[in-house]
Structures are given as C-alpha cells and as structure tokens.
C-alpha cells in the first residue's frame, strides 16, 4: 500500500469523522450501526450486504457507519477516555484483555440471534480457548471471555524471506536478526509487543529446553531482566536493521528491494501473491524458537447504543460464507472453523505438502493440503505463545523499544550520513568562493571604470 495513499485515507476517514460528530445530533441510533474496524479488513460487499440481511432477519432497517484505525491504542483511547459509542469494534488480543480488565466491554446478547440462524458456535473452539487466557486474573472478575468476544482473523509472526538472497536454514532460528550477512537488508515490525513476544523465545531458548520455563509464561510475565535481554538482541542488530515498518515492508519485499522482513503471517500472504506477478520468490517461515499467535476480535463495547444490531452483525461476520470472502479479500486467516472453510482451505493440487490442521479443525483435519502460510501444521501452533497485555510494564517497554530505534543507525547510514553532510559542507564552502570571486572581479571591474 502506498505511504501517500494511507495518508489520503486517513485525512479522510478524519473527516468522516469530524462531521459525523457534528452531525450526530441527526442520527436515530435505534437504526444505526457504528462499526469501528482496522483499515483494509472486510470484504466491503460482505459489509454492504448487512443491512439487508438485518431487515430479513429482524424486520427493522439499520445504517451501517463504517470507520476505520490504524493502531489498537488509538482506537481504546477513543472509548476509554472518549467515551465513543461505538457499536462494534475488532481489538488484538492484548486490547481486549485491557478492555476486559478495565471493564469496558459488555457481553455479546447471542440470546438475540434465533437458533435457525446462529452462527457463533462456528468460532473454533482452538481460538476460544485462547481467548479464555485473556480473562482478569481477579478473583472478582471471573469471566467467561468467549462471552464477550468472538473471534475473526488470527496469524503468525515469522520471517517473510526473499531465497534469492537468503538462505532457508539460516533463518530457522530469530538469531538471523544480527546475522551480519544480512547488513541493512532487513525490515523490522513497528511493534514493540509483537518483537518482543518473538524474541524472549529467543532469548531463553535454552531455559525452554531445560523445562525451566514455558514460552506462554515467557510471554505473559514480562521482567525487567527479560526486557534487558530483548533490548541487547535488538541493539546488536541495529546494523542489519534497515527499517522499522508497519505497513510498506511488505510491499518493499514484492519488489526485491529488501532480503528478510520481520512479518505477520497475514502480511506474509499477500507479499508472496503480489512478488509472484512482480517475478519475485517469497517465503515464509517461523523459527524454531516460536511465535506468537495472534487474534483479533469482535467486540461490543460498554457505551454502545446498539446491541442489538451489534449482537447480529458480529453473527453474521461468524458465517461461514462471510468468513471466506473476507479472507479472500483481505488475505488473512478466520477463525471461523466448519466443514465450509476446511474444505475451501484444502487445494491438494495448489498444496502437494498436506499438514496437520487437527488443532483448528479437528480430528478429520490431519492431513490438509492448505497454504502453510496461513494454516501453519501442529508443531507450529505447538510452539506457538498467546501476546498479552504489558499492563504495568508498558512505560518501560516503550522506553525500551525508544531506546533502541533511537540507537538503530547502522554504520551504513552512519556513512551515508556523513557523506551528505560533507558534501554539503563542500557545497556551502564552494558557494561562498564563488561569490567571493565575483564579488572582487566586480570591484575589480568598478575600479577600471
């Protein structure tokens, strides 16, 4: 996606904004449906075809007000400290654990929906049980989460590799972020807790296979010790850090122009569709240290003027034809699970490997022949960590990931630096004798006159 193009699309979704709030006044929230979402993350025919579906449902019409966020943190700061009445949101799993904590989302009314056409049961039970690791630790907040949640796309984080330039067995291992091989050619998410949640798994690999330590524990109960231990991986590679990115490392990678990208798996798909038209290989691989598996979900949050539209929406997101038509558009995995999708994922002449899909799908979905890419096997997920929420050590962390982009000027871009200062310099210096010598040949000329 093109940097101006987010840009745009911000600016106008600010506007969008703007005037609705001015405008709210007008709105019948009885009949409205404000849906904030990530940008980029529906099939918008799937969006535009709710209304309908809603009035056959219910017989009422609803509005669908569709808005969209770049970053979780903003989107919480609108309900939080705003106070926005949204009716449906799609938080990471880290967000909804903070939400859930600070009691700002309220239960899904699946009361609502009759029987004929309930769809949430199509949620795989792989990713509620996920979500249950979410629930406040309180002992008076004990919550059933898949009662506030339903989930929609899930992934991995690996790397998304050009072959051209690097070799598979050296990237089974995070330790290929300060592979000095790969000197300036590789991009790194713009995300402290997803960095974070993958190199700790490096950091005690070896307290891993001692038993001493579980990777979800690893993850969950972040020390200033295991901090420090991230902190010195990331320093050490700051010389084959070229970038740090969000969203245009992976439309670098489709052109060649970068080696290893640090990537969600989601991300990772499209790459390797979008390189292929370009005449460019990708890959995508998870090390052998582990991941974290992440989720997004739909939500309902405590100021919401709709619940009702809202409880039937989320359903709807929950079918699983809806499910494969946003997965098709967007790229990314659902985590709806029925027969529907396995057999939409199973393309034995698309994918000669068949891999374990049991933990998703159950025991007929041993030997799929699905994209790895996105339905990693087993022993991915095995080794896989659920990311939470720092809570009390989120300052720290974010002076942690500060630190180390502030002191991630390879020696590469150190010289290009210098370079452009001296030849400024030289320019500057240059100029002013120039000027000089015109100035005294005009004296000069003045003086014969």
């Not at 600016?11 to 009949?31: G, K, Y």
């Not at 850090?241 to 052109?255: L, P, S, Y």
């Not at 010289?415 to 000069?444: E, M, P, S």
């Given at each position: ?165 690097v070799e598979v067995d050296s990237i089974r ?265 015109q100035q005294a040949l005009q004296k000069k ?5």
């Amino acid at each position: 996606m093109k940097i101006g193009y987010i840009k745009m699309k911000k600016i106008f979704s600010f506007v969008l904004v703007a005037m609705f709030a001015m405008s709210s006044f007008a709105i019948d929230r009885a009949h409205t449906l404000k849906v904030y979402n990530w940008a980029d993350y529906i099939d918008e025919e799937v969006l535009n075809s709710f209304p309908e579906w809603y009035e056959q449902m219910t017989g009422e019409k609803v509005e669908v007000i569709y808005q969209t966020f770049d970053i979780n943190e903003s989107m919480l700061t609108e309900i939080e400290v705003g106070h926005e009445d949204y009716d449906v949101i799609c938080p990471s799993e880290y967000i909804i654990e903070r939400m859930l904590k600070n009691k700002l989302l309220q239960p899904i009314r699946k009361d609502l929906v009759p029987a004929d056409h309930y769809y949430f049961n199509n949620v795989a039970p792989f990713a509620v049980e996920k979500f249950e690791q979410m629930a406040p630790k309180a002992a008076d907040s004990a919550i059933h989460v898949a009662d506030y949640v339903a989930g929609y796309m899930w992934g991995t984080t690996g790397w998304l590799y050009n072959p051209a330039y690097v070799e598979v067995d050296s990237i089974r291992s995070w330790s290929a972020l300060t592979n000095p091989k790969y000197a300036n050619h590789i991009f790194v998410k713009d995300a402290f807790r997803d960095v974070y949640s993958v190199l700790v798994l490096y950091a005690y690999k070896d307290e891993i296979a001692r038993g001493e330590v579980t990777r979800d524990e690893l993850v969950q109960q972040i020390t200033p010790e295991r901090m420090q231990r991230v902190e010195d991986i990331l320093i050490a590679a700051k010389d084959n850090i070229a970038g740090w990115e969000v969203d245009f490392g992976k439309e670098e990678m489709t052109k060649g122009k970068m080696w290893l990208n640090l990537s969600w798996s989601g991300d990772a798909a499209w790459a390797i569709e979008q390189a292929a038209e370009n005449g460019v290989e990708l890959g995508y691989l998870v090390p052998d240290e582990g991941t974290n598996v992440w989720f997004d979900g739909w939500c309902i949050p405590i100021y919401a003027k709709n619940v009702k539209a809202a409880t039937y929406f989320i359903n709807y997101m929950c079918r699983p034809d809806n499910a494969i038509r946003n997965m098709e558009e967007i790229g990314y995995v659902s985590v709806i699970a029925s027969p529907e999708i396995l057999d939409w994922a199973n393309d034995e002449e698309e994918y000669a490997e068949a891999v374990d899909l049991s933990y998703i799908f159950g025991d007929e979905a041993r030997a799929v022949h699905a994209n790895q890419v996105l339905y990693p096997d087993i022993s991915v997920i095995e080794r896989g960590a659920l990311m939470h929420d720092a809570a009390e050590q989120t300052e720290d962390m974010i002076k942690m990931w500060n630190r180390v982009k502030g002191d991630n000027l390879s020696s590469t871009m150190i010289v290009f630096i210098v370079v452009v200062f001296v030849a400024l310099a030289i320019f500057i210096i240059l100029g002013v004798i120039n000027r000089r010598k015109q100035q005294a040949l005009q004296k000069k000329h003045q003086r014969k006159r």
